[in-house]
């Protein structure tokens, strides 16, 4: 570069000097123009990010608001008290109404988006009163103790009138408060607030969108302008290149033969590549442990598969095991009778169920369509008790059935023993498995 040519008579130093001196000229105004458009560029997307969280803090007002309504509605329904746990739960220590609110002050207090969802947390606020007033009486429909209670709703005073009813009756009327027009109305004039405080937001971001769109425009005009003139920074170009592009690249081929991650060094372009090779390297290495985990486990339960569980049994040292065969009773039944989606749900219930009663390090293995496979290391028969009791645990739990599972029980034989290739352990709990079910299925039996 620094050769000395002629080119119509221009010796090339003086020619990069020329194009140097003309590119710091165009690069200090383009600096300035990329500066101005850049800030506008941020300044709207501040803009845009603080209507986005003003929107996101009007619909947590409302979705708090109409979740604290079906919990108490719920609960003066049902009387389930988890309903009204859930309740003070959202009131008390989620409370997403009022960080909400806290949120949008931040940038807009004072403003009328800030004030209609200020008029939406004060009407919410006053509701409650009345959400208060229905669960006092549901209580007291039921005749428990309210001294169990919250204290917002203990302090409650209920009228002479409201005192005297029958239970039937403070229960229709508990109903009555969180479902009657004068309720409806305030839900609907929350609604209402909420949504002026989204409209206003909108409208604010549109017209902060239509304001920089127009500036944006007479940037991008001057930048046009100045494209032209970044030609004579080819020569710098060729020096960076060398620097920022070849240099990196240089140094990452032994590391990508070397199967490991690049720097993410030099010019933008090698570091986007970098990024992206980093991104696909990771992402390669996460899905060969995917893979070896699906490879492994059923993909129903979580549980160790049946290639899973003879990996486990193949590998393992000669310990002491209690190994627990566990079949689904009448499993096929609750196929034919409520569909294979429920039978899919029975199945996994199970397993939370086993794996909450069972140590993390027993292995639950599924190698069959209802056939589980319970590995509990360092045991021996002086375990039988404790084995008898979690299965008539877990049988009790399951026989309640809930929302989503028919009540079923389930079958273990339990054999002890050494947990070895020969799976002999194995054969001797399937034999005990069919004792149970020779007589009468939900329990368990132990291999002599």
């Known amino acids: ?155 409650v005073l209920l009228t002479p009138a409201q005192t005297a009813l029958s239970a039937e009756e403070k229960g229709a009327l508990a109903r009555d408060l969180v479902f009657n027009n004068a309720y409806h109305e305030g839900k609907s004039e929350i609604a209402r607030e909420t949504g002026r405080c989204l409209t206003a937001l909108v409208d604010n971001m549109q017209a902060d969108a239509a304001e920089t769109e127009r500036s944006f425009g007479v940037m991008i005009r001057v930048e046009e302008g100045l494209i032209i003139a970044l030609i004579a920074i080819v020569l710098i170009i060729v020096t960076l290149t060398t620097l920022q592009v070849i240099a990196p690249l240089i140094r990452a081929i032994p590391r990508i033969r070397d199967d490991k991650p690049i720097p993410v060094k030099g010019a933008s372009e090698f570091r986007f590549l970098a990024n992206t090779y980093n991104r696909i390297y990771e992402e390669n290495r996460t899905q060969k442990e995917e893979l070896a985990y699906e490879a492994s486990h059923d993909q129903l339960t979580g549980a160790y598969n049946r290639k899973g569980f003879e990996r486990i049994i193949g590998q393992a040292d000669a310990t002491d095991v209690a190994l627990l065969l566990i079949d689904v009773d009448r499993f096929k039944k609750i196929n034919d009778t409520y569909g294979h989606a429920a039978g899919d749900r029975v199945l996994a219930r199970l397993t939370g169920i086993l794996t909450a009663n069972f140590r993390a390090d027993d292995a639950l293995c599924r190698i069959g369509g209802d056939e589980f496979v319970l590995i509990m290391k360092g045991s021996d028969a002086s375990c039988r008790d404790l084995i008898r009791e979690k299965i008539e645990r877990i049988n009790g739990e399951l026989q309640k059935g809930d929302l989503e599972t028919p009540p079923t029980s389930i079958s273990v034989g339990v054999a002890f023993g050494v947990k070895e290739p020969g799976l002999q352990i194995y054969k001797k709990a399937d034999a005990a498995l069919y004792t149970v079910k020779e007589n009468g299925r939900c329990g368990c039996a132990f291999a002599e």
């Not at 997307?45 to 007002?61: H, P, Y």
């Not at 909400?100 to 009163?129: D, F, I, R, V």
């Open 1 to 155: 570069m620094n050769k000395q040519f002629s080119f119509k008579g221009v010796p090339i130093r003086k020619l990069n000097y020329l194009m140097a001196g003309i590119t710091l000229v165009v690069s200090v105004v383009l600096l300035v123009v990329s500066y101005r458009t850049f800030a506008l560029y941020g300044a709207l997307q501040q803009k845009t990010n603080t209507s986005i969280e003003g929107q996101k803090s009007a619909r947590d007002m409302q979705e708090a608001s109409d979740y604290l309504t079906e919990q108490v509605r719920c609960f003066v329904q049902t009387g389930d008290r988890a309903y009204l746990d859930a309740y003070f739960e959202e009131n008390n220590v989620t409370r997403r109404r009022e960080k909400a609110l806290t949120q949008l002050a931040s940038s807009s207090e004072g403003t009328p988006e800030y004030e209609a969802l200020y008029n939406a947390l004060t009407g919410s606020l006053a509701l409650m009163q009345t959400e208060y007033r229905a669960m006092r009486l549901s209580i007291e429909a039921r005749g428990e103790d309210l001294s169990a209670y919250p204290e917002e709703v203990r302090d």
